[in-house]
Structure formats: structure tokens, C-alpha cells
């Protein structure tokens, strides 16, 4: 059975980590089951074996992988039998984008939420995210996020050609998700499962892509705590 | 024999439509030989059988294709024999967003070069491109352009994803050029053909794949007139 170290705030349940989320629907996408564990900020010591501290962590009998982008391949050329991540080697050379297009949403995001996260995790590793973030960002965390709605529509314009091209298909992978879809969606799935903030508009076709993943493999995504506007 | 429908300022020979572009790299791609056709703003008699007014217009016998994302599955589908520009059904979808980014690249861009594209028109053009780009962007050219070297730093970063990605291959389609690579390369090379603006740092790893595809398909890119820094 594998395992998946993913990222818990107070509440076990409420899995927020958008790169886990990548993984979480990656694994779903290939029919293979899992079993999560809880993990938080500062439980450095349980993922030691996979030589460093953040997650997704996921563990195959005595193998320790890390990276979201790495475990992906992992499981694509570990599982060649179960529906396809990529779409072939084009496809994945041309997914690597999306992966990276993902990576850039967070950064964007990260500074309209980081009082959000705060306020969901576990007493254990509150100082230890305010340190951390205030170090990188340079400030505090409710200065980072202050004024956050008049940030929104420049973000939601940054977000014009995912926009644009779900007008001609219900998936960046065509007909059907792909690990594409999962690098993108973590970061509207991380910001759905601790904030109350609208991050798209009700009528945006990114939204109802959201919609879409959210019902994706049996409503995995949908079932997880979160605020659902 | 193709012809193509391909915009021209003032020598015949500057080609700089980035959507031609695209379609000039896909033929390449094809192996497929091709007459172009220089062709102006106000050309609009020209290309009339196509049903609308702008280029690439492309011409296979009786067909007359337009709209450079639909001229690359129409070739992609009518010679399936040669290299493919997508990598398969799941490679064209996500080969889409691909195309939306490369439109909204030359939407940054086109702020940045109105005026190094009025100055390279054709006289016959000139009136035509200001009256029509001046009405779009409700400023004169010579306003929408101003200043243009201090709006570059935000139009390299939000490159960050592209670099990103190009720092683990060679091209957006991996070891080999994609579809996917002329459309985000279109940006550039119509910058190159009518600007002496550096878009991108000559240490950027985009700046590395610009080269490559320069001197791809025989430098077909590169043997055609432009500003090289």
C-alpha cells in the first residue's frame, strides 16, 4: 500500500497543501489506492527518510519520493497499465509548463492567504509558519495579506489563457483531466480548503473547471474540508 | 503548391506577423514547401475568399484556411505522415493554452513595439495601423510606447513559468520543437523583425531556446530580416 505524507492544518481532515492535492488527484487519476497521513510543518523527523522536510512525501515499500513534478513520473512509469498522466512523452514534456504555471498561482495566492493558513493549523506549527513567512515575504503576515481584494482582479486577469482555453475545452487535457489539470487545480483546491475568499468569479470558465475536478474521481476533492462558495 | 498569406512592411522580405510565424515554423516542421505571400494591412481584397480580413491565410487548393491555432490541426490533420506538431490527441489539447499564452505575450509586447511597427509599414499601411491601433489602445502611439524600458522588468517576469520550465528542456515539446514552441516563439521573432528593444536578457534561458529555434529547420527564423543582439 502506498503511503502520502499530506500537509493537515488543526483539523487531521482538512488537507490543504497544494502540491499534495496534486498527488492526491494523480494517484485517484491512476486507480491506485492510498493511505494518507496527517502531517504538519514541523513534523520534519517522519519524512527524514526522503532526505528532506517539505511534502508530498509518498512512500512505495522501501522508496521515499519528494517533488510533486518527480512523483508524477514516478507513477507514470511505475504504472504504465493505468490511465495515462501525460498522454505520452509529448505530453509530458508539454505538462512540465503547467507544473511550473501551478507553482506561479501559488506564489500569487500565497500572499492573499497567508492569515488564512495561519488561522487553520495546528497550534504546533503556528510559530513556525508566521517565522518562516515573515522572513521570506518580508513582513508580517497581516500586512502581507492586507488590502487582498483590491489584489484579486489583477490576479484574475494574470489567470487570461488557462481562461481562454477551457472556452474550447472542458480540460487542459481535452475530454478528459490530466496531470495538467491536477498542477493548476491544486492551487484553487489549497485556496478552497482554508480561506473564505472568492479567488474566481461564480462565472468564470475557471470556475466551472473547478466544478469539474472538484466532482473528478468520485468527488475526492469535493469530500475534503474546505469553503465551498 | 501552399501559399501563404504572410504580413510584410516596406521590404517584402520583413516578415513579422507572430501568428504567420507560427505557421511558417509548422510548415517547416511538416516538411512541407510553401509559397508566401507578402501581404499588407490594407490587403484586405487579397485574402477576401477566406471570409475575414487578417493573416495567416493559408491556400491548399480551393481551401482557404485562416486563424493560425485552426491552420495547425488542419495541417496536422491532412499530413498525419509527417513529424506531428502536437504529440497526439492529448498533446494537441494541451498544446491549446500554449497558443492563449502566445497571444498574451503578444499582448504585453505590442505596447512595448507599436511604434518600431508603424516605422517599419509600408507607407500605404502607416495611416491605416495608427488610426486602428490608437482607437484600440485610446492613446497615441507615441504615449502607448513611452517609457517602454521600465515596463520591461514585469513583462520578464511574468515570463517565470516559461524559464522555468526551459531549465529542464530544451523546448516546451521537450527534446524537439512542438507546436506549442512556435507559438510562444511567434512572440519573439516579431519583435526581433521590427525592434531593437532586447526583450530578453542575453543570459535568460528563453533567450538560449530563441536561439534554437532561430536556427532551426534550416535557420529559417533567422535568415529572415531582423534586429539580433
Same mark, same amino acid.
Given at each position: 500500500?502506498?503511503?502520502?505524507?499530506?500537509?493537515?492544518?488543526?483539523? +487531521?481532515?482538512?488537507?490543504?497543501?497544494?502540491?499534495?492535492?496534486?498527488?492526491?488527484?494523480a494517484?485517484?487519476?491512476?486507480?491506485?489506492?492510498?493511505?494518507?497521513?496527517?502531517?504538519?510543518?514541523t513534523?520534519?523527523?517522519?519524512? %527524514?527518510?526522503?532526505?528532506?522536510?517539505r511534502?508530498?512525501?509518498?512512500?512505495?515499500?522501501?522508496?521515499?519520493?519528494?517533488?510533486?513534478?518527480?512523483?508524477?513520473?514516478?507513477?507514470?512509469?511505475?504504472?504504465?497499465?493505468?490511465?495515462?498522466?501525460?498522454g505520452?512523452?509529448?505530453?509530458?514534456?508539454?505538462?512540465?509548463?503547467?507544473?511550473?504555471?501551478?507553482d506561479?498561482?501559488?506564489?500569487?495566492?500565497?500572499?492573499?492567504?497567508?492569515c488564512?493558513?495561519? +488561522?487553520?493549523?495546528?497550534?504546533?506549527?503556528?510559530?513556525?509558519?508566521?517565522?518562516?513567512?515573515?522572513?521570506?515575504f518580508?513582513?508580517?503576515?497581516?500586512?502581507?495579506?492586507?488590502?487582498?481584494?483590491?489584489?484579486?482582479p489583477?490576479?484574475?486577469?494574470?489567470?487570461? @489563457?488557462l481562461? %481562454?482555453?477551457?472556452?474550447?475545452?472542458?480540460?487542459?487535457?481535452?475530454t478528459? @483531466?490530466?496531470?495538467? +489539470?491536477?498542477?493548476?487545480?491544486?492551487?484553487?483546491?489549497?485556496?478552497?480548503?482554508?480561506?473564505?475568499?472568492?479567488?474566481?468569479?461564480s462565472?468564470?470558465?475557471? %470556475?466551472?473547471?473547478?466544478?469539474?475536478?472538484? +466532482?473528478?474521481?468520485?468527488?475526492?476533492?469535493?469530500?475534503?474540508?474546505?469553503?465551498?462558495?
Amino acid at each position: 500500500m502506498l503511503r502520502l505524507y499530506d500537509l493537515a492544518g488543526a483539523e +487531521d481532515e482538512r488537507r490543504f497543501s497544494p502540491y499534495c492535492w496534486r498527488i492526491r488527484m494523480a494517484l485517484a487519476h491512476k486507480g491506485l489506492p492510498v493511505e494518507t497521513i496527517a502531517w504538519r510543518f514541523t513534523d520534519k523527523s517522519a519524512i %527524514a527518510p526522503s532526505g528532506q522536510g517539505r511534502v508530498p512525501v509518498l512512500v512505495d515499500g522501501k522508496q521515499w519520493l519528494h517533488e510533486s513534478w518527480d512523483i508524477a513520473c514516478y507513477l507514470e512509469d511505475r504504472h504504465p497499465e493505468g490511465p495515462s498522466l501525460f498522454g505520452g512523452p509529448q505530453g509530458r514534456a508539454l505538462s512540465r509548463l503547467y507544473s511550473h504555471l501551478g507553482d506561479w498561482i501559488n506564489g500569487q495566492l500565497v500572499r492573499l492567504l497567508v492569515c488564512d493558513i495561519h +488561522d487553520h493549523l495546528d497550534e504546533r506549527d503556528r510559530a513556525y509558519f508566521r517565522e518562516s513567512r515573515e522572513q521570506r515575504f518580508g513582513a508580517p503576515l497581516e500586512v502581507i495579506a492586507a488590502d487582498r481584494e483590491s489584489r484579486l482582479p489583477a490576479i484574475r486577469d494574470s489567470l487570461a @489563457p488557462l481562461r %481562454a482555453t477551457l472556452q474550447h475545452q472542458p480540460f487542459f487535457g481535452g475530454t478528459e @483531466p490530466l496531470y495538467a +489539470d491536477y498542477a493548476i487545480f491544486g492551487a484553487f483546491q489549497w485556496a478552497r480548503a482554508i480561506s473564505p475568499l472568492a479567488i474566481l468569479a461564480s462565472d468564470d470558465p475557471l %470556475a466551472h473547471w473547478r466544478e469539474r475536478l472538484l +466532482d473528478a474521481h468520485g468527488g475526492l476533492a469535493r469530500s475534503s474540508p474546505g469553503y465551498d462558495r
